[in-house]
């Protein structure tokens, strides 16, 4: 088996880590651009596409029969299909590509097809991972609790009821919670938060994942916590 990985550097070293070389029997290239995937890729193989989300037209480019992940953190599969508005896609599966979230013990995944489930465990058994199914929603399960998570503590600290690592002591002591809400803030990154709320804010209109300005304010000036 073959694996092309399309992402940035950040998030080729997070898959690197999850899925080491020198597995028997399975080879990868990592691309880092758009652009090389026509002359890199052939039918057969297996990708995984961190970055298919920014440019829902390159799904025309996979052949029906190949399998291909995408990242779906902030994009419903089906919306995904309807933008590349394809009679006859690739087998297409959802997965959480969001930096610290990817290289988990289980890969969270969504199907647009669920007879593309046997496919799905082929795969996940020859890269020895763990999969969890999920809906097909705009931010899966975990991007959508954990960054809903983050925004309630956005708002503590906008209205200056505690500080950062007050809120992150608090929240690890008082609901056994592995990490604080600011430490993942920091590990998947703002702009990755911000981008997931909105789309789930979008999709929902639900008060729970409106964006607070603090955080706005903090993603608009690329800054981190």
Known sequence: ????????????????????EGKEGISYTFLHSHNLLDEQLKPTDVVFDFLLHEQPERLSMYAPEQVVFCNAATIQLAALLQKAQLEEPCTLIGFNGLPSLFNRPVLEVSLWDTSCEAKLTEVCEALGTEYLLVNDRVGMVTPRMICMIINEAFYTLQEQTAGVEDIDLGMKLGTNYPKGPFEWA???????????????????????????????????RSEAV
Do not use: W
């Open 186 to 220: 920091r590990q998947i990154g703002t702009a990755n938060v911000y981008q997931v709320l909105q789309a789930v804010y979008e999709d929902t209109k639900e008060e729970r994942y409106k964006i607070c300005p603090l955080l706005k304010t903090m993603y608009l």
């Open 1 to 20: 088996m073959h694996i092309v990985v399309l992402s940035g550097p950040e998030m080729a070293s997070e898959f690197k880590q999850k899925f080491p």
